[in-house]
């Protein structure tokens, strides 16, 4: 099934001109920053919009700190990123802790309706292809695989 993500489809957006850069030193090395962690809702948006530029495809993690199946997954999650250590990258990697500071639901959370997590959701021009809860690292390169140019050597590290 095919949904528009964002109801942001504002014009004139521009990315976030503060954000790392990502050095080039050892293509082996999976740098766990290069899984970008966003916040707010308008954040997401601003990231799906630049994305939409590219044709990049946009995978999102969403977890909760105190889930151990989270916690299971996370470093095989940040392993996938070799390729995407910048936004040019053919798949971005994000995630979104759905609970915010004060231990409620995340504005994103609520408004996506999650309720399950781990859970993985895949987006290409800003529309979601498909979305799963899973503490499966395969299942995870199978989804990206399914939607993206990438050969299973240049995701895995």
């Known amino acids: 099934m095919r949904r528009t993500l964002c109801p942001c489809s504002r014009t004139g957006v521009v990315a976030d ?16 920053d290069c899984v970008r962690e966003f916040t707010t809702d ?7 919009d630049k994305a939409k530029g590219t044709g990049s495809l946009v995978v999102v ?7 151990g199946s989270c916690k299971y997954i996370e470093q095989g999650f940040a ?6 250590g910048d936004d040019e990258a053919p798949v971005i990697f994000l995630k979104h802790n759905v609970m915010d500071e004060y231990d409620e639901q995340s504005e ?32 995870i390169v199978a989804a990206i695989l399914k939607y993206s140019s990438l050969e299973r050597q240049d995701i895995l590290c």
């Open 108 to 139: 994103v959370a609520e408004r996506l309706r999650i309720r399950a997590v781990p859970l993985f959701q895949f987006y290409k021009d800003g529309v979601l292809l498909e979305a799963f809860p899973t503490r499966d690292k395969e299942k």
């Open 17 to 32: 001109e503060h954000q790392e850069d990502f050095p080039d030193e050892d293509e082996d090395l999976c740098p766990v």
């Open 61 to 67: 993690d969403f977890y909760r700190t105190s889930c």
């Open 42 to 48: 308008e954040e997401f948006c601003r990231i799906l």
């Open 79 to 84: 392993k996938l990123c070799k390729k995407a």
